[in-house]
């Protein structure tokens, strides 16, 4: 029974990522599109943007709280050019069922942003992966999904 308990998590917590990726996918419109905006000033484009993430979505299958680590993590250091995206859906605006969601994400972002890896890993102790290994699992994801 637990075994299966622990299976279903562990597919809450890669259907949740797959979701994050996607929308991150449809952000970048084949990588272009936020390479094109990160060669000028986002501050000024970002909330002008029609893009949405399911955020709501995200956090609902997140029953392990791996998106909260994730996002975390990317504010407790510079996040690689690869995983620097993520960082920039916290600029889109949300849709109105979206914005409670964002703003917790957006809370473990300046969380790690503040108090580093060890506070991330302390305030989200039952994601199943370490940072580096959840870092990977997400690159994987963005070159493997379509």
Same mark, same amino acid.
């Given at each position: 029974?637990?075994?299966?308990?622990?299976?279903?998590?562990?597919?809450?917590?890669?259907?949740?990522?797959?979701?994050?990726?996607?929308?991150?996918?449809?952000?970048?419109?084949?990588?272009?599109?936020?390479?094109?905006?990160?060669?000028?000033?986002?501050?000024?484009?970002?909330?002008?943007?029609?893009?949405?993430?399911?955020?709501?979505?995200?956090?609902?299958?997140? #029953?392990?709280?791996?998106? =909260?680590? !994730?996002?975390?993590? $990317?504010?407790? *250091? %510079? #996040?690689?050019?690869?995983? =620097?995206? !993520?960082?920039?859906? $916290?600029?889109? *605006? %949300?849709?109105?069922?979206?914005?409670?969601?964002?703003?917790?994400?957006?809370?473990?972002?300046?969380?790690?942003?503040?108090?580093?890896?060890?506070?991330?890993?302390?305030?989200?102790?039952?994601?199943?992966?370490?940072?580096?290994?959840?870092?990977?699992?997400?690159?994987?994801?963005?070159?493997?999904?379509?």
């Amino acid at each position: 029974m637990r075994l299966i308990i622990l299976l279903g998590l562990l597919f809450g917590v890669l259907y949740s990522l797959h979701i994050l990726v996607k929308d991150f996918q449809s952000l970048t419109s084949g990588g272009k599109f936020l390479k094109f905006l990160f060669k000028r000033d986002v501050s000024s484009q970002s909330h002008n943007l029609k893009y949405h993430v399911r955020w709501r979505k995200i956090l609902l299958y997140d #029953a392990t709280q791996c998106a =909260r680590y !994730f996002y975390c993590s $990317l504010g407790s *250091e %510079p #996040a690689d050019n690869e995983l =620097r995206g !993520f960082t920039f859906m $916290l600029t889109l *605006e %949300p849709r109105e069922e979206d914005k409670t969601s964002l703003e917790i994400i957006k809370a473990a972002h300046e969380m790690g942003n503040i108090s580093g890896q060890e506070a991330c890993r302390h305030n989200y102790p039952y994601c199943p992966f370490k940072k580096h290994m959840l870092f990977e699992l997400m690159k994987y994801l963005i070159s493997h999904e379509k």
